[in-house]
C-alpha cells in the first residue's frame, strides 16, 4: 500500500465547474495535511493547509480532512483553465515535519 | 512573504564534473531545508532533510558522499552533486520551512540538471 494515493488522472472538467480532488494516506500519526498545486515543469506552489477535521476555505479552494477515515480532500469551484496542473496531497509524516508526496492528480478544466 | 529562491536554475556539465546548487529563504529564517529530486512525470522524492548548523539526514537510498548537503546560515542550503552522471539528470527542488513556527514548507522554483 502506497502512503498517499491520488487518482493520476486526469480529471477533466468544464470550464465554471466543481473539480474534486481526493487523496487517502496510510499514517495515522500525520497531523498536517497540504495541497500543492504542479504546473509542468515547475516547482509546486502552496495552495493550502489543513489540520482539523472538517472543511477549511480559502478563496475558490475548499480542503476537507476526515482523520478517522485518513482521507483529505480538495475541491475547487468555478474551475478555470488556469487551474490546469497537477495537484499533489502531502501529509506529515509524523513529528519529523517531512511531507509525503502523493503521485498527484492531473486536473484538465477545459474552457 | 516566504519566498525561496534557487541558483542556477538549470544547468548542463559533463559527465565527472561536479554542480552545487544554491537555495536561499529570501524574507524568513529557515531552520530546516528540504531537498526533492523528481524524474519527469513522477511525483517529488525526498532526498533530504537539512537543519542549520547540523549533518543533513538523508532518506533510505540516498547517497550522502554523492549528494553533499551544507546548511551553513538560517537563510543558505547548498546541494552538491559529485562525479555527476547522466542518471543524476534530473529536476532538483528545494523547500524551506519557518520551523518550530510551522511545519509549512515554501518551495524554491528549482534546478534542472543535465549531465552529458
Known amino acids: 500500500q502506497k502512503e498517499v494515493e491520488q487518482n493520476s488522472g486526469p480529471l477533466s472538467v468544464p470550464e465554471g465547474a466543481i473539480a474534486s480532488l481526493n487523496c487517502t494516506y496510510s499514517?495515522?500519526?500525520?497531523?498536517?495535511f497540504f495541497w500543492y498545486r504542479q504546473y509542468s515543469g515547475k516547482s509546486p506552489e502552496l495552495i493550502m493547509s489543513?489540520?482539523?477535521?472538517g472543511d477549511k476555505e480559502d478563496g475558490r479552494f475548499t480542503a476537507q480532512l476526515n482523520k478517522a477515515s485518513q482521507y483529505v480532500s480538495l475541491l475547487i469551484r468555478d474551475s478555470q483553465p488556469s487551474d490546469s496542473a497537477t495537484y499533489l496531497c502531502a501529509p506529515s509524516k509524523d513529528s519529523s515535519y517531512k511531507l509525503i508526496f502523493g503521485s498527484g492528480t492531473r486536473l484538465l478544466v477545459r474552457p | 512573504g516566504a519566498v525561496v529562491s534557487q541558483h542556477p536554475s538549470w544547468v548542463i556539465c559533463k559527465s565527472g564534473t561536479s554542480v552545487k546548487i544554491e537555495c536561499r529563504s529570501l524574507d524568513f529564517q529557515a531552520t530546516t531545508m528540504f531537498w526533492y529530486r523528481q524524474f519527469p512525470k513522477q511525483s517529488l522524492m525526498l532526498m533530504a532533510t537539512s537543519n542549520e548548523g547540523s549533518k543533513a539526514t538523508y532518506e533510505q537510498g540516498v547517497e550522502k558522499d554523492k549528494f553533499l548537503i551544507n546548511h551553513a546560515s538560517l537563510t543558505l542550503s547548498t546541494l552538491t552533486v559529485t562525479s555527476a552522471h547522466p542518471e543524476d539528470s534530473s529536476f532538483y527542488i528545494c523547500s524551506a520551512a519557518l520551523r518550530p513556527n510551522t511545519d509549512t514548507q515554501y518551495f524554491g522554483p528549482g534546478t534542472r540538471l543535465t549531465v552529458l
Open positions: 499514517d495515522r500519526g500525520s497531523q498536517s
Open positions: 489543513i489540520y482539523s477535521n
